[in-house]
C-alpha cells in the first residue's frame, strides 16, 4: 500500500512541476464592485486622468530656460515610457540601492533638469509618476532580471513576512493567508501592487504605492516607514516581484 | 435603594432621547422635500433612483435618476432633487431639466456619511412632484491613514 | 484652471439624444471635515454647473457638499441643429471655470 501511495505522490509531483499550476492571484480589481469597475474602464469616468493630463503637461513643459522638459530628452512618452513603469523598481549605479519610479523622476529633475525635485506625494510628482505609469498599461509586470535587485528584493519578502505594530501583523498574514476573508466590512484582497498610483476612493485623491504602504502600517499600528526610504522601495521591489505577470493597470482607481 | 432607582431613571432617560433623535433626522429629510416641493404633495412613482444597495465606499457612490417622462414642450420633468438622511446636511444635488434634454436621466457621484436612506424627487412641469426611496447600506475602510 | 474631461459625440442625428459627461477636477471640501490638528478645513465647493446649448439651458445642477470630490455628471441632450455646447462651474472663493465645445449635428 505504502509503495502505491508512493509512487501516485511521486508522479503527482512530476506531473505538477511540468503543467501550469492556474494562477491564484487576485487583482484587487476583481474584488470591486461593478460601479468602482466602470470607473476604472472608462477613461472618462476615471478621476485619475484629470492628473494624468496635467502629468502630460507636466512633460512637455521646461523647468526653466536654461533646462530641457522631458519630451526634450525622451521624445513622446508613449514610445519611450512603455515598459518603464512595469519593470520598476531599479538599481540606481550612483545611489547603489534600488528606485522608484517617483524616485527616479526626481534624480531626473536633479541630476538633468538642474532643478529641486518635487516633494514625496505632491501634485506634481504624483501628475507626472501617473502620465508615465498609464504609458505601461496593459502591459504584464515584468521586473529586471538585475542580479544586484535579488538581496534587496530578499530583504522586501522578509519585511513583507515581518510582523508589526501593536496589532502585530504581517502583510502576509492578512494578504496571503486570509484574502477572501472580511476585515470589518470590508473584503481583504491579495494587495497586488499592480494599479499604482491610483485613484482610492477613501483619499479622494491619487496617490502613490508609498502612501498605501504606509496607511497599512499606520492600520495595523507600527510606525510607517518613510517615504523614499530604502526599506519602503525595497518592499515594494518584493511586491512588484510578487505580482510578476500580471497587467499593470494604472491608474487604477480602489475603494 | 433611591440612587439606583435615579440610575435607572438616567438611563431610561437616556435611550429616551436617543430614539427620538433618529427619527428626527427622516422627518428633516421630510421637511427638506416638502420644501422642495412647496408644500404640494409627493408620491410615490415615475421616478427610479438606481443607486447600488451595498456600497464599498462611501467617498464616491454613482447615483442615476430617470423619470418616465416624455420631455416635451408641454409634459416634462423641470427638475430633480435628491436628500438624505444621515449626512451632516439634507440635500444632495438639485438638477434642472427641460424640454432640450430629451430625457429625464441624469447620473452623478455623491457622498454617504453611513447606510442611510436616499429620496430622489422629480418636479413635473404640471406641478406635480413624484419621488423614489432606497435605503443604502455602506461600508466603511476598516484601515484608516 | 481646473482640469476637465468632457464626452460629447462629435456628431449627432437629427432628433437623436445625446449623452453628455463632465468630470472636473476639485476637492469639493465639505466645511465638515477636521484636519490633523482638530481644526474644521474651510469649505471648498463648487455650487453651480451648468450646460447651455446655443444660450438654451440643456441641464444645471445645484451642488452641496454631498456631491463627490471630482465632480461627475452625466445627462442628456435632444440633438436638432449643430451649434457650440457651453459647461460653467462657479464655487466657493471665487471658482469659476468654462469649457465649450461643437456639435455638428446631421
Redesign the interface.
Known amino acids: 500500500m505504502k509503495r502505491w501511495a508512493a509512487a501516485i505522490a511521486m508522479v503527482a509531483v512530476c506531473l505538477n512541476a511540468n503543467a501550469q499550476a492556474p494562477d491564484a492571484r487576485r487583482s484587487g480589481f476583481d474584488d470591486?464592485?461593478?460601479?468602482?469597475q466602470?470607473?476604472q474602464r472608462d477613461?472618462?469616468?476615471n478621476?485619475a486622468?484629470?492628473?494624468v493630463?496635467?502629468g502630460a503637461a507636466l512633460w512637455e513643459r521646461a523647468p526653466s530656460t536654461s533646462a530641457k522638459a522631458c519630451a526634450g530628452c525622451h521624445g513622446a512618452a508613449a514610445k519611450a515610457m512603455r515598459g518603464v513603469a512595469a519593470s520598476y523598481p531599479a538599481f540606481d549605479k550612483t545611489l547603489k540601492r534600488p528606485i522608484d519610479l517617483s524616485q527616479r523622476i526626481n534624480l531626473c529633475r536633479e541630476r538633468h533638469q538642474q532643478s529641486t525635485p518635487f516633494a514625496a506625494e505632491s501634485p506634481e510628482l504624483l501628475a507626472l509618476e501617473s502620465y508615465v505609469a498609464l504609458q505601461s498599461r496593459g502591459l504584464p509586470i515584468t521586473p529586471l532580471a538585475d542580479p544586484k535587485l535579488q538581496a534587496p528584493r530578499a530583504r522586501g519578502e522578509a519585511l513583507y513576512r515581518q510582523r508589526i505594530g501593536q496589532l502585530d501583523l504581517s502583510c502576509a498574514q492578512c494578504h496571503d493567508e486570509r484574502a477572501g476573508g472580511r476585515?470589518?466590512?470590508?473584503?481583504i484582497p491579495q494587495g497586488h501592487a499592480n494599479g499604482y498610483p491610483l485613484y482610492r476612493?477613501?483619499?479622494?485623491?491619487l496617490g502613490s504605492l508609498q502612501r498605501r504602504l504606509r496607511?497599512?502600517m499606520?492600520?495595523?499600528r507600527a510606525e510607517p516607514l518613510a517615504y523614499g526610504s530604502p526599506e519602503i522601495v525595497e518592499l515594494a521591489l518584493y511586491l512588484a516581484w510578487r505580482d510578476r505577470g500580471m497587467k499593470l493597470e494604472a491608474p487604477a482607481v480602489r475603494? | 435603594m433611591q440612587r439606583r432607582e435615579l440610575l435607572h431613571l438616567g438611563v431610561a432617560f437616556g435611550t429616551a432621547v436617543v430614539v427620538p433623535a433618529v427619527r428626527a433626522t427622516s422627518s428633516e429629510m421630510q421637511d427638506a422635500i416638502r420644501g422642495y416641493a412647496n408644500g404640494a404633495s409627493v408620491k410615490p412613482g415615475k421616478v427610479k433612483l438606481d443607486v447600488?444597495p451595498?456600497?464599498?465606499?462611501g467617498?464616491?457612490?454613482?447615483i442615476t435618476v430617470s423619470v418616465d417622462s416624455p420631455m416635451s414642450a408641454t409634459e416634462h420633468v423641470t427638475g430633480i432633487a435628491v436628500f438624505n438622511d444621515r449626512n451632516p446636511q439634507r440635500d444632495v444635488v438639485r438638477f434642472t431639466l427641460g424640454p432640450r434634454s430629451g430625457k429625464a436621466l441624469v447620473s452623478t457621484r455623491i457622498r454617504l456619511a453611513t447606510s442611510q436612506q436616499l429620496v430622489a424627487v422629480a418636479r413635473l412641469s404640471d406641478g406635480s412632484y413624484w419621488s423614489h426611496s432606497v435605503d443604502v447600506l455602506v461600508?466603511?475602510?476598516?484601515?484608516?491613514? | 484652471m481646473a482640469?476637465?474631461?468632457l464626452?460629447v459625440p462629435p456628431t449627432a442625428k437629427r432628433g437623436e439624444v445625446i449623452e453628455l459627461?463632465t468630470?472636473?477636477?476639485h476637492?469639493?471640501e465639505t466645511g465638515f471635515r477636521p484636519d490633523a490638528n482638530g481644526q474644521v478645513k474651510p469649505r471648498d465647493l463648487i455650487n453651480r454647473f451648468s450646460c447651455r446649448f446655443n444660450g438654451e439651458l440643456v441641464c444645471s445642477a445645484e451642488l452641496y457638499p454631498a456631491v463627490?470630490?471630482?465632480p461627475?455628471f452625466s445627462f442628456t441632450m435632444l440633438a436638432t441643429e449643430s451649434g457650440t455646447l457651453s459647461f460653467s462651474w462657479e464655487g466657493d472663493n471665487g471658482f469659476s471655470q468654462s469649457e465649450s465645445a461643437v456639435l455638428t449635428v446631421t
Request: overall charge negative.
Open positions: 470591486m464592485s461593478p460601479q468602482t466602470a470607473m477613461d472618462m469616468q478621476p486622468m484629470l492628473t493630463q496635467d476585515l470589518g466590512g470590508s473584503l476612493l477613501e483619499w479622494q485623491a496607511n497599512c499606520t492600520g495595523v475603494p | 447600488p451595498l456600497v464599498e465606499n467617498n464616491a457612490v454613482p461600508t466603511l475602510a476598516a484601515c484608516l491613514e | 482640469r476637465t474631461l464626452t459627461r468630470l472636473i477636477a476637492i469639493m463627490a470630490a471630482n461627475y
